[in-house]
């Protein structure tokens, strides 16, 4: 992880130390960017990054990501869901949807980010991840450098939910250092649990200088207080082995109406807005909507962030 972290600091800082054309090359892309996002750094908007991650697959992950992003777009947000599972991407088939780019070609210079963005018929964008493109650090330098530049251009967004692929992956370690708020996903079984505090061990490690706004949420809870049972103890394991704070976000019932639209690949919150899961799903968009993004947040700071400027 350290050979690529130094390898895009020193990419980043070639391009800002460059002498030839660099600050040309800036203002390229600035100029590039829409008029939206020039009115956005006028009024002070940021684009509030949001990563969900899960330390082991199956507990809900991409479930949480899309229906967070249409309860966020219930609140008049406009929202965009990345795909960041470079391996075994899914967003698309939990909404039926068969899109015909994804990341692959934007980092392969192919496509841009604006030409793959596919809207929704549920009022949220999507960007398709990038299926058997395993590692970012497999890029060269020119493909980073464009995968910046096109990054940037998603900034006219008020939500970017960024759907990781589960466990440990460099992958999914710089993109939870890089948002706003990183949303970690586990259930009430013991090995969800163990996979979910393992995830949340390795952050403290790595980055353990950061605020990283972690934020914790129960899937499949029976009850409240088995929700609560589960989040306390994480909570208190997390700061007292690990000085690390993590906030309860809240919890999900289990819902038989949630593997209904899995099976029919709608969200769930498009089968049964007032279903139990529906309205979990509301409270946690609501809550996290009231909250404010960290003073160095923001769409700018993610990419800082991510690409270790």
Do not use: W
């Not at 505090?197 to 605020?211: F, M, P, R, W």
């Not at 706004?213 to 306390?232: F, Q, T, W």
């Not at 909570?235 to 819902?255: C, E, M, R, S, T």
């Amino acid at each position: 992880m350290e050979d690529q972290a130094e390898k895009l600091r020193e990419m980043v800082r070639r391009k800002n130390t460059s002498s030839s054309g660099g600050a040309a090359a800036d203002a390229k892309v600035r100029d590039s960017l829409p008029e939206k996002n020039s009115r956005n750094q006028k009024e002070g908007k940021n684009t509030r990054i949001i990563t969900v991650t899960s330390g082991k697959g199956g507990v809900g992950k991409t479930n949480l990501s899309v229906n967070m992003a249409l309860a966020f777009a219930r609140l008049g947000k406009k929202v965009v869901v990345m795909d960041a599972d470079l391996g075994l991407a899914n967003v698309n088939v939990m909404l039926n949807m068969i899109p015909k780019y994804n990341l692959y070609h934007v980092i392969k210079k192919q496509k841009t980010i604006r030409e793959i963005l596919v809207e929704t018929e549920y009022g949220i964008s999507i960007v398709a991840g990038a299926s058997g493109f395993s590692q970012i650090a497999n890029m060269n330098e020119e493909e980073r450098q464009n995968f910046i530049n096109e990054l940037d251009t998603l900034s006219n967004a008020d939500i970017i939910i960024i759907d990781t692929s589960a466990g440990v992956s460099s992958n999914v370690l710089d993109f939870i250092a890089a948002a706003d708020d990183a949303v970690i996903i586990t259930t009430p079984e013991p090995t969800a649990i163990t996979d979910a505090y393992g995830i949340i061990k390795i952050i403290a490690t790595e980055y353990d200088t950061l605020n990283m706004g972690l934020k914790l949420v129960v899937n499949r809870a029976k009850s409240v207080a088995e929700a609560k049972k589960v989040a306390d103890r994480m909570i208190n394991i997390a700061g007292q082995f690990l000085n690390l704070k993590v906030d309860y976000l809240g919890f999900i019932y289990d819902d038989s109406v949630v593997s209904q639209a899995v099976l029919q690949q709608k969200p769930f919150m498009v089968i049964d807005p007032k279903c139990k899961a529906s309205v979990c799903v509301q409270h946690l968009v609501e809550r996290m909507d009231k909250s404010k993004i960290k003073e160095a947040g923001g769409f700018g700071a993610m990419l800082k962030k991510f690409f270790g400027g």
